[in-house]
């Protein structure tokens, strides 16, 4: 059903890279944070890579549908956001927060993925 839903919608997606400057103050560690995200209709994300978070749903969008608890490594994490779409429009919203939900200090979000 799943694969069938997938290939059925058109999909959008987004290559978004963030990083923390101060990352000499973290180097060689992993930081937890949130993944707040929301999705016009479903939505899948890959964290440098690796898949972690799959939701196939039918939905309007809203900030903080999804929230996904995961491991940024010091420096630049590459983000790949792939959203489904059904009927009409789609979107999504992206977030990326500590665990208490406020959002992480110093994060860089840059689009190019030449980093």
């Given at each position: 059903?799943?694969?069938?839903?997938?290939?059925?919608?058109r999909?959008?997606?987004?290559?978004?890279?963030?990083?923390?400057?101060?990352?000499?103050?973290?180097?060689?560690?992993?930081?937890?944070?949130?993944?707040?995200l929301?999705?016009?209709?479903?939505?899948?994300?890959?964290?440098?890579?690796?898949?972690?978070h799959?939701?196939?749903?039918?939905?309007?969008?809203?900030?903080?549908?999804?929230?996904?608890?995961?491991?940024?490594?010091?420096?630049?994490?590459?983000v790949?956001?792939?959203?489904?779409?059904?009927?009409?429009?789609w979107?999504f919203?992206?977030?990326?927060?500590?665990?208490?939900?406020?959002?992480?200090?110093?994060?860089?979000?840059?689009?190019?993925?030449?980093?």
């Amino acid at each position: 059903m799943e694969q069938e839903f997938w290939s059925s919608c058109r999909i959008g997606d987004a290559y978004r890279a963030g990083g923390k400057p101060d990352d000499k103050k973290v180097e060689g560690k992993l930081i937890i944070g949130l993944l707040l995200l929301g999705s016009d209709d479903g939505i899948k994300v890959w964290l440098n890579g690796k898949l972690v978070h799959s939701n196939n749903t039918l939905r309007g969008m809203s900030p903080a549908q999804d929230i996904v608890q995961v491991n940024l490594k010091a420096g630049w994490n590459s983000v790949l956001v792939k959203v489904t779409e059904a009927i009409g429009g789609w979107g999504f919203y992206f977030d990326i927060a500590d665990l208490g939900g406020k959002p992480l200090a110093d994060v860089i979000f840059d689009t190019k993925k030449s980093r």
